[in-house]
């Protein structure tokens, strides 16, 4: 069935990188992508990755997917305590009907401590 | 820069009431979502609406539940009969285009069924 998983808590220190981890189980996922929210916020989305892409960078945000191994990870360079939030990966499974569901993973809250 | 606003942020009801969350999705999209997410859980997907009729729902989405797109602007979920396992944050989100499906979210409506 469609499960998206991810770590529950990431704590770094202010100006070091974070990686956050995720493993979905449709291989069939067309888009992968990152949510943030923040305390009392809705989901705002930070970056998707195409399928067929290994790697998509956009500014301190990189996003690695391993399709084999079915894995995203999202690196954040530099990480402010801006940063910390709760991030979401979500997939996308395989094209039906006029539109798509997204499912979800557990989400990763990251601590960026000063 | 466009948004999808939902209304009201929070929303406290009697249990065997009837609610309506209401969205206005960005104006040029076409496709809408409505998800879930009960307090410490993972986000969960309720139903998609495309050309004005539902393209797909979920097992939560039940008969209690309806949506409606009742002009060109607003987007619709009402709860029948509240239960008290209805209490979670809803999230509107909607999509311009199905293909890539970067689904963008509302900040939720906090419902409390008491």
């Known amino acids: 069935g469609e499960d998206v998983e991810q770590s529950l808590f990431l704590s770094v220190r202010e100006g070091d990188s974070s990686v956050i981890n995720c493993t979905y189980t449709?291989?069939?996922?067309?888009?992968l992508y990152w949510y943030k929210q923040e305390p009392g916020a809705g989901l705002q989305l930070l970056t998707y990755?195409?399928?067929?892409?290994d790697m998509k960078q956009d500014q301190r945000l990189t996003v690695l997917l391993n399709k084999k191994d079915k894995h995203l990870s999202l690196r954040i360079a530099d990480t402010q305590t801006g940063d910390s939030a709760i991030y979401f990966c979500?997939?996308?499974?395989?094209?039906?009907?006029?539109?798509?569901?997204?499912?979800f993973g557990t989400g990763t809250l990251l601590a960026v401590q000063p | 820069e466009p948004e999808v606003t939902q209304t009201p942020s929070h929303q406290v009801t009697q249990m065997g009431q009837e609610v309506i969350l209401r969205c206005v999705p960005i104006?040029?999209?076409?496709?809408f979502y409505w998800y879930r997410q009960i307090l410490g859980q993972k986000v969960e997907f309720l139903v998609s609406?495309?050309?004005?009729?539902?393209?797909?729902k979920s097992e939560i989405f039940d008969d209690q539940f309806s949506v409606e797109r009742p002009d060109g602007s607003n987007f619709t979920l009402k709860i029948r009969s509240t239960k008290l396992e209805d209490s979670a944050m809803y999230f509107c989100?909607?999509?311009?285009?199905?293909?890539?499906?970067?689904?963008?979210f509302g900040p939720g409506t906090r419902l409390t069924v008491l």
């Open positions: 989100a909607s999509s311009e285009d199905r293909v890539t499906d970067t689904q963008y």
């Open positions: 979500a997939e996308s499974p395989t094209l039906h009907g006029a539109t798509n569901k997204l499912i």
């Open positions: 104006s040029n999209h076409l496709y």
């Open positions: 990755i195409f399928s067929n892409m």
């Open positions: 609406f495309y050309n004005n009729e539902i393209s797909e």
């Open positions: 449709d291989s069939s996922s067309t888009y």
